[in-house]
Nanobody
Framework: QVQLVESGGGLVQAGGSLTLSCAAS????????MGWYRQTPGKQRELVAT???????IYADSVKGRFTISRDNAKNTVTLQMNSLKPEDTAVYYC???????????????WGKGTLVTVSS
């Protein structure tokens, strides 16, 4: 019943900004960590940024200083603010969440369907 829904992708010129949002819908679960990954054809999916339930963050070296990840635990949302975008940032961005359903012992990994970000030069 859990779904991750992304929004905010689109086309932007180099140097511009975009904000990606992801909302976890459903009930009866708690989220341990959320993050964003990206992938282009011919390349392996790579980590962009993650944030724990306590607010600890990890960023890929390629986006440090340009991207900022945040979350709202009450709303089960995660946001990625992307500034100073470069053409190499072009990719499909996927929301990821590690969560535990109520009444279960083990956690489960969920993925969104992805949203396309295109940065033109």
């Amino acid at each position: 019943q859990v779904q991750l829904v992304e929004s905010g992708g689109g086309l932007v010129q180099a140097g511009g900004s975009l904000t990606l949002s992801c909302a976890a819908s459903g009930s009866g679960f708690s989220i341990n960590a959320m993050g964003w990954y990206r992938q282009t054809p011919g390349k392996q999916r790579e980590l962009v940024a993650t944030i724990s339930s306590g607010g600890s963050t990890i960023y890929a070296d390629s986006v440090k200083g340009r991207f900022t990840i945040s979350r709202d635990n009450a709303k089960n949302t995660v946001t990625l603010q992307m500034n100073s975008l470069k053409p190499e940032d072009t990719a499909v961005y996927y929301c990821n969440a590690h969560l535990k359903a109520a009444g279960t012992i083990y956690g489960t990994q969920y993925w969104g369907k992805g949203t396309l970000v295109t940065v033109s030069s």
